[in-house]
């Protein structure tokens, strides 16, 4: 049975009731006098259900996390190229099948640490540490926004990043990948060792691109599962083509020299993905017993950690692989480096 009492504090009139066997207090907002209490006693079970429907209906208008998340992404859509988009709703979905209808305001650090935990079973840190970077963009929205008081991801650590070493072709391998690969592979898998391109790149390279005699190579595209567009960061750049690089290409064009593209697929048509490449290349790597394979960003990371054991310029090296400081390239495209103390005078 309803009945009326009076916060201790504020001296506000409270309603309580007892609903599906818990008791609900409800404030009227409005302070005790006792004609209001005698009021209220009157007609406590009408007004105590009144205010309970009034703030159950307001709760069911609360935004959820699915809808504020959908249309956090795409309003935001123009930070992102076609292809980046595409991989920023598929993990607001994933997302969403996780945290669903809950309200923003009732997703708690709790509840961050716990979706965190639950994802870390089965992806790895680095991807988990991208999950969280789509939540962040929802989260200062929803923030700036005043649909959340708190941004309940900043108290969740993120998940530290096991050190790994750097992999790369050895010298051995990388001689042989060149000396028993032929036509097109053997001249892209030499291209890719010397030049150091992204894997979208190779396959939206041009001959336009290339000025063989001031063997430059303007790196102004790049294809991603067919989507065209700017390279990494829209950042588009002159770099110089290496000697080796020169001859793979030169062969390379007796092949493709009359089309747009440098390398085709094998029906003659520009590429969609590295896919197949990536494939083509691992095979040939299982057929001449090198161990762990690799492909196209292994070679490119090889190229880097060449360029860094021949001891060029640290500035130009950043510029020919599209790095702008030292520290990605040296934790993630830099291999072991072999020092000749022999070198050394004393």
């Known amino acids: 049975m309803a009945c009326v009492v009076q916060h201790p504090k504020t001296g506000n009139v409270l309603l309580q009731n007892v609903v ?33 429907y009034q703030k159950n209906k307001e709760a069911d208008q609360r935004m959820s996390f699915a809808e504020y998340a959908r249309y956090i992404v795409d309003i935001t859509q123009s930070n992102r190229n076609e292809f980046s ?8 979905e994933r997302l969403i099948k996780y945290f669903g209808d809950i309200a923003l ?14 994802f870390l079973k089965n992806l790895a840190p680095k991807t988990v540490k991208e999950y969280r970077s789509t939540l962040s963009v929802v989260f200062k929205f929803a ?8 941004n309940p ?76 567009d700017l390279p990494k960061g829209d950042k588009i750049r002159l770099i110089d083509l290496l000697p080796q690089a020169k001859q793979a290409l030169l062969v390379q064009r007796q092949l493709t020299g009359l089309s747009s593209f440098v390398f085709h697929s094998k029906e003659g048509k520009p590429y969609f993905s590295e896919t197949s490449i990536t494939q083509s ?40 692989m599209g790095h702008e400081t030292d520290e990605v390239n040296r934790n993630h495209y830099t291999g072991t480096i072999t020092v000749d103390i022999s070198k050394i005078i004393a």
């Open 85 to 92: 988009q595409r991989g920023e709703i598929k993990k607001v």
């Open 153 to 228: 991801l900043t108290p969740v650590k993120s998940p530290k990043l096991p050190r790994r070493i750097v992999d790369v072709f050895s010298d051995e391998d990388r001689k042989l990948l060149i000396e028993h690969s032929s036509g097109q592979l053997h001249n892209l898998i030499q291209f890719v060792f010397y030049s150091g391109l992204r894997a979208g790149e190779i396959i939206g390279l041009k001959w336009d691109n290339i000025d063989f005699d001031k063997n430059k190579i303007d790196v102004c595209m790049r294809v991603r599962k067919g989507t065209v």
């Open 281 to 320: 290349i691992q095979e040939l790597c299982k057929k001449l017993h090198i161990v762990g394979g690799g492909g196209l960003q292994k070679m490119r990371r090889t190229h880097n950690t060449m360029l860094k054991q021949f001891g060029l310029p640290l500035d130009w090296i950043l510029h020919q």
């Open 105 to 118: 305001d009732d997703i708690r650090p709790s509840t961050i640490q716990a979706w965190q935990d639950t």
């Open 20 to 52: 599906n066997g818990k008791t609900i207090r409800l404030s009227t907002g409005k302070k005790a006098t006792s004609r209001l209490i005698g009021w209220y006693k009157t007609h406590v079970e009408d007004e105590f259900w009144k205010l309970y």
């Open 143 to 150: 923030f700036n926004d005043d649909l959340i008081r708190k």
